[in-house]
């Protein structure tokens, strides 16, 4: 498969830029200028990279309660997004949403979702819709390891088979759910095998490893928009941070971590880039570069932007 360099180096600028706008907001969070929670997808950047990369920006995508990293790789604008986290007016949702239900309808992104494995029966909806408008729309469903053992799993991700639905199902596997280990919860090595009872193709990928997910979604998406159904694709990779920030991550062994960071999927990517030739050590640096100039905007942004009026607190919401 030849991926042109543009392609590869817009995937390794969404990468950084995802690292960057978390570590900014680790910062900011511990300084009490964000309310609320944050649950960061720091160490699974190659995952919403790789499997975004492969779609329109009329194609939808459901998030998680983990979602900075799919808003961004769907093309989420992080000034509007640090707006939100900071609780403002100028936010994606006016600031009455926060981390856990970011949403840009206009390029396709239905909402990161705090309920876990919401997202799987409004991906199967999403694509029935396409389905049903007679567009070739796909959409991706992120869900985490942990979701796939909810009863919206099962109903979800049957109602994609049976009706053939334009529907790609990955999993991030990174290992825990909150503080339990995937081997309390599941018997399975491959959550890909799971999709043998619903039918339908499942693959189990590196999801440290950008290009390696980029494949196996491009497969996969290009099933869904010829109208051959669902797929369901495991990434197998770590947070680095706790399940949310604060979290004291007791059940993490130091190994366990150091084993992990050697796996880095942006240093990875990074390195193997160089080596094609495809950015020189200056081209790196000056996309960090650029990263951080970008949040230092964004945050920028967020700190001058109004809160919502008291007046507004019904505006918008459901009651
Ligand atoms: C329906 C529901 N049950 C429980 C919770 C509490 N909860 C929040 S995140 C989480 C773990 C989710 O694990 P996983 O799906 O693996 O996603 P990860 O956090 O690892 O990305 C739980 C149990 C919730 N938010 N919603
Ligand atoms: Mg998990």
Same mark, same amino acid.
């Given at each position: 498969m030849a991926i042109g360099n543009e392609k590869l180096i817009e995937m390794y600028r969404a990468m950084v830029r995802i690292r960057t706008f978390e570590e900014r907001v680790v910062k900011e969070f511990a300084a009490g200028k964000i309310p609320g929670a944050v649950h960061l997808y720091a160490g699974e950047e190659a995952v919403a990279t790789g499997a975004c990369a492969n779609l329109r920006p009329d194609d939808y995508i459901t998030s998680t309660h983990r979602g900075h990293g799919h808003l961004i790789a769907k093309g989420g604008k992080t000034d509007r997004m640090m707006a939100e986290l900071y609780g403002k007016k100028t936010g994606y949702n006016k600031g009455k949403g926060g981390s856990m239900h970011l949403a840009d309808m206009e390029i396709g992104i239905l909402g990161a979702n705090a309920?876990? %494995?919401?997202g799987i029966p409004i991906a199967a909806g999403a694509a029935l819709s396409a389905q049903m408008r007679g567009t070739d729309q796909v959409v991706i469903g992120f869900l985490g390891d942990g979701a796939t053992n909810t009863s919206r799993f099962h109903e979800g991700v049957n109602l994609a088979a049976i009706w053939n639905l334009p529907v790609v199902y990955v999993i991030e596997n990174n290992m825990y759910a909150e503080a339990t280990p995937l081997s309390a919860a599941c #018997?399975? +090595?491959?959550?890909?095998?799971?999709a043998k009872a619903y039918g339908i193709p499942g693959k189990t990928v590196d999801g440290n490893d950008v290009l390696a997910v980029y494949k196996a979604v491009g497969e996969a998406v290009a099933r869904a928009r010829k109208g051959q159904g669902p797929t369901l694709i495991e990434c197998k990779t770590y947070r680095y941070? %706790?399940?949310?920030? %604060?979290?004291?991550?007791?059940? #993490? +062994?130091k190994e366990e971590v150091e084993e992990w960071m050697k796996k880095d999927p942006i240093p990875r990517f990074r390195k193997q880039l160089i080596e094609t030739g495809v950015l020189t050590e200056e081209d790196a640096d000056k996309i960090a570069r650029e990263m951080n100039e970008e949040i230092e905007k964004a945050v920028k942004f967020a700190e001058e932007s109004p809160y919502p009026a008291p007046e507004e607190a019904l505006e918008d919401v459901y009651a």
């Open positions: 309920i876990v %494995g919401a #018997k399975l +090595t491959n959550l890909s095998d799971r941070r %706790g399940h949310f920030e %604060g979290d004291p991550q007791t059940y #993490k +062994t």
